[in-house]
């Protein structure tokens, strides 16, 4: 089967990726079973639905972006009654942004500056001290 055009997902970071459906109902199912729900193997059908909602919804406009996807699904997840989990599925979501975030403010370099050289470590550096001597050596 050809891959569409209409099953990209477009990330928040400017990527493409091709939409897997089984991660979707994965993360529903974790945020359903964080949230003590019982019917968590429901979580199949729900990425489905709001699969199909989004594709009836946006009129096969390609590609999905991973922000539409998590706002359709926390609407879904809050119509059905799951409540709660909605409420962990955009937690996550936002510490994911958060995350990344930082990461991307981290791995930037300032005009003019180089990327930081790290220091040599001392031997009271941490538990984990190499410079025992030969003891490991095989010579």
């Avoid at 406009?61 to 998590?70: K, N």
């Avoid at 031997?123 to 410079?131: H, M, R, S, T, V």
Wanted: glycine letters at 8%.
């Amino acid at each position: 089967m050809k891959r569409r055009a209409e099953f990209l997902v477009s990330k928040r970071d400017g990527r493409k990726e091709w939409l897997r459906a089984t991660k979707l109902a994965h993360s529903i199912h974790l945020a359903m079973s964080a949230s003590g729900a019982t019917e968590s193997w429901r979580s199949i059908d729900i990425a489905s639905t709001v699969l199909m909602g989004l594709r009836s919804k946006l009129g096969g406009r390609a590609p999905l972006s991973s922000a539409d996807i998590a706002l359709a699904s926390q609407q879904v997840l809050a119509a059905l009654g799951f409540v709660a989990a909605a409420d962990l599925y955009s937690r996550v979501g936002a510490r994911q942004r958060r995350r990344q975030r930082l990461l991307k403010d981290l791995m930037r370099e300032r005009p003019g500056e180089s990327a930081p050289v790290p220091e040599r470590a001392s031997k009271q550096a941490g538990p984990c001290n190499f410079e025992m001597g030969n003891r490991f050596s095989h010579n």
